[in-house]
């Protein structure tokens, strides 16, 4: 099973970007997929998270601001990011939970992840 986040990069505050993961390996239309971050010094949190039949959950941090999306019939999963506020500098990483009915941002949740892509929100 491999994921490949890219997307990452440095913007100015108020910009926005879209992250994509790419999935390969796994019938990935039936497994529920999140968004996590780490800035630097913190521990990495969930973000965003949807299920196999697009439901959706922000975290109170990025709610109304970032949205997660996927292909449903294919294999991307992205974030899409506007408003963006240098509290929002991380490494995004993007990650695959078994099927179950409701995505989830818990972290030991997900067996499966991507390498990381950077974000620097910076004027």
């Known amino acids: 099973v491999q994921l490949q986040a890219s997307g990452g990069g440095l913007v100015q505050p108020g910009g926005s970007l879209r992250l994509a993961c790419v999935v390969s390996?796994?019938?990935?239309?039936?497994?529920?997929a999140g968004w996590f971050r780490q800035a630097p010094g913190k521990e990495r949190e969930g973000i965003s998270c949807?299920?196999?039949?697009?439901?959706?959950y922000h975290e109170a941090p990025v709610r109304g601001r970032f949205t997660i999306s996927r292909d449903s019939a294919g294999n991307t999963v992205w974030l899409h990011m506007n408003s963006l506020v240098p509290e929002d500098t991380a490494t995004y990483f993007c990650?695959?939970?078994?099927?179950?009915?409701?995505?989830?941002?818990?972290?030991?949740?997900?067996?499966?992840w991507g390498q990381g892509t950077q974000v620097t929100v910076s004027s």
């Open positions: 949807i299920s196999s039949d697009g439901s959706t």
């Open positions: 390996g796994i019938n990935f239309s039936i497994y529920p």
């Open positions: 990650a695959a939970v078994f099927p179950r009915s409701t995505c989830t941002t818990v972290e030991y949740e997900y067996p499966y």
